[in-house]
Structure formats: C-alpha cells, structure tokens
C-alpha cells in the first residue's frame, strides 16, 4: 500500500490505474459471453468455430484470446469467468489452458445470454458476497486500453456505491442499425452517469440517422458493470424460481451438487438475451459515456467500418490481394489462396473452407444470416 502510494504522488497518469489493481485483488470479478454462433459473419464464422475462436485480423490471437487478455491487466485471472456451450467448450479450455473447470460455465441447452450470466453471478456471489462484476462479451475491439481501464475503474466504483446495473455507452459515429441504441436521460451525482430513459435494439437506419444527430443517443457496447447482490435481485425479478432455489434451500452446496442441479434445471429458464433483460426489464438502469474507441465485431460491415483502409477505401484482413479500380470492399481469403479483383465497388468477399461469398456490402447482417440458413437448409450442415 505504502509503494502504491508514493508511485500516485510522483505518477499521477497512472494513479487511476494503480488504485483499479489493488481493489480488484478481491472484489471485481468478469464474466465473459463466448456461447455466440456468430452466423452473420458467416461463412467465417461457423457453428463448430464462432467467430469468437478465431485469429479475424491475423494477430496471433483469436478475439476470445484477447479480451482474456485485455481483462487479465486489470483483474486476478482468477477472476474471469467464460459462458459457452457445450459443443465449444473444447475450444475454450484448447485457448485458455490458465483457466480452471470452475472458471468455465457451460450451458446445458442453448438460453440466450441472461441466463448464463445469471448462473455466473450466482457463483460468483457464492464465492464472494461483496462481488462487483463485469459483464462483457468476447468479440469487440476496444482501442484505447487505457481509456477503456479508466471508465471500468469510474464504472466499478458507481456500483461498489450504487444499486444500480450501469451500461457502457459510446457517441455513435454513423447511422448503425446493427447496434442498439441508449437513450440519455437526467445526469446523476456522477459526471458522465444518466439514467437510461430508452432503449433500442437494432433501428431501421432512418431512425439510427436520427437518434445520432440528437447527441442523446449512445450506442451499447454490450458491456455492463453491477454488484452482484443488485444483479441477482434483478434476475430474480426476471426469471422464475430456479437458481434461487438451490441458493436458499442448499446454502452450501458444493461444485458437484451445482453441476448437478444446473444440469436437470437450467432448460426451465426462458430464452431472453442479456440486453432486454437488464435494459428493458430492469429498473434503475444508468449508462456511462465512454471513449474508448469501441466497434462490436460481429457483422462484416462493422468491421470494415472499424478496420483501417487501403488504397480505394478497401479492407484486407490479413489476405493476400491484388486490386485494380477496387474501392469499399471487405476482402478476407484463406492462407496460400491469391486473389486477383478488378472494377468491384462495395462488396464483401469471403472465402472459407468450402464457401466462396461475394455479396453487397451495404446492411448485410440479415442478408449473411438468411443466406447461411437458406445453404444449410439446401445443402446440409457442412456448408454452415
């Protein structure tokens, strides 16, 4: 204590940062989403390997792997907490040998990502009463870290204080209708923290187009931050009486009993994702405006907006192209393939294993989902 607090006189930039750490040692906890099946960025993205397991960019590391990471410099790994499902859960422990079974939640049936987080919080405020928790999921790109750690340290401190769930919201920068959109209502005792007073999920882009020119609009990152004594208070408002009769009538249940239990009544949950329940279900909700440089990897038009550009406002990851008179296309290939392209303007190409895709960039998140559904449907289940 006594080191940290002569490194706050003398380095002040990272005094924010060097308080997050020592708080974090018992109290906050991540839960991170990867049970995805990611069909709109299909055919990358497959049902046997979502899109959260794979290596997008050519890093060296798959998305999952680096929001680990990104965790792992604020939080004991001890800390962190995965929800998949069953079928990936060779994936997870193949890509994170550092964590424990304990610390890998796998659902029994596919519920969407309420409950699994429910689940998640429950074992977590079994191992520590006084948990604050982070909820984030595993497919997006944050580019200032730095930034990112100062708004989860502003943000973990509202909720040690408040019984509040707290959404992490960023200024919009283009007409997004794959993202949700939050509306700001009155500031609270904290700078940069309002009430939510609506919520969005997916606009038509006329309605995205105005909710970013009012500037009371921010997007969702997905990322939520609370207690979780306030969070389970929420779920139990939500769902039915599930968990919360292992909770109270086995206070001292042990892993295997959990494990057990979970298994024979986890399909009596509803099907209801993280968003509707926490942003429409729940009350007392706030967002915080953050700036952190955000973009939800999850459709190919999102990434080529986040993604650097090359010549003719091109995206190339990490495939070996040739271009002539080629503007705002999304080009990924697979390794040792060679692509030649000429006079082709706002297009996606995607090559992988057994597909060739080659469609309108545009809003394509619908269009890639419906065209992965129509292959399967037609031509089985190796093609999806």
């Known amino acids: 204590m006594y080191i940290?607090?002569?490194?706050?006189?003398?380095a002040p930039k990272y005094a924010t940062r060097i308080y997050f750490m020592e708080k974090t040692e018992s109290n906050n906890f991540c839960v991170i989403l990867a049970g995805g099946r990611g069909r709109r960025l299909w055919?990358?993205?497959r049902n046997a390997y979502p899109k959260q397991f794979m290596d997008f960019f050519g890093t060296g590391k798959t998305m999952l792997q680096t929001t680990v990471d990104r965790f792992c410099k604020i939080l004991p790994k001890e800390n962190i907490y995965i929800c998949t499902c069953r079928e990936h859960l060779p994936i997870v422990k193949e890509q994170l040998p550092c964590l424990t079974d304990e610390n890998i939640l796998v659902e029994p049936i596919h519920r969407n990502t309420a409950p699994t987080v429910a689940w998640a919080n429950m074992r977590i405020l079994k191992r520590n009463p006084?948990?604050?928790?982070?909820?984030?999921?595993?497919?997006?790109?944050?580019?200032?870290?730095?930034?990112?750690?100062?708004?989860?340290?502003?943000?973990?401190?509202?909720?040690?204080?408040?019984?509040v769930l707290l959404a992490m919201g960023v200024r919009p920068t283009r007409p997004e209708p794959?993202?949700?959109y939050i509306q700001l209502g009155d500031m609270s005792c904290k700078p940069d923290v309002y009430k939510v007073k609506s919520f969005t999920e997916k606009p038509e882009r006329d309605f995205a187009?105005?909710?970013m020119e009012s500037g009371e609009f921010y997007w969702n990152t997905g990322i939520f931050i609370s207690s979780a004594r306030h969070l389970i208070k929420c779920f139990e408002s939500i769902f039915p009486v599930v968990l919360r009769n292992l909770r109270v009538n086995h206070p001292n249940y042990t892993y295997e009993e959990e494990m057990a239990y979970v298994e024979e009544n986890y399909p009596r949950y509803p099907n209801l994702s993280l968003d509707y329940a926490i942003l429409e279900q729940s009350r007392d909700v706030f967002v915080m405006k953050c700036d952190f440089g955000w973009a939800d990897l999850g459709t190919w038009h999102?990434?080529?907006?986040?993604?650097?550009?090359?010549?003719?406002?091109?995206?190339v990851l990490d495939s070996l192209v040739e271009m002539e008179d080629c503007h705002n296309n999304i080009i990924r290939l697979p390794k040792g393939r060679l692509g030649v392209i000429s006079g082709l303007d706002g297009y996606i190409v995607v090559e992988h294993e057994n597909v060739l895709m080659i469609c309108k960039k545009g809003d394509s998140s619908s269009l890639v989902r419906k065209y992965a559904s129509e292959v399967q449907m037609k031509y089985g289940e190796e093609f999806v």
């Open 130 to 163: 006084d948990a604050n928790i982070i909820v984030s999921p595993s497919d997006q790109l944050v580019i200032d870290e730095e930034s990112f750690f100062r708004s989860v340290t502003v943000g973990l401190g509202y909720v040690s204080e408040n019984d």
């Open 209 to 211: 187009k105005m909710f």
């Open 43 to 45: 055919p990358a993205s």
């Open 4 to 10: 940290s607090y002569i490194i706050r006189i003398f």
């Open 178 to 180: 794959g993202y949700g």
């Open 302 to 315: 999102a990434i080529y907006e986040a993604m650097s550009k090359v010549d003719g406002d091109n995206v």
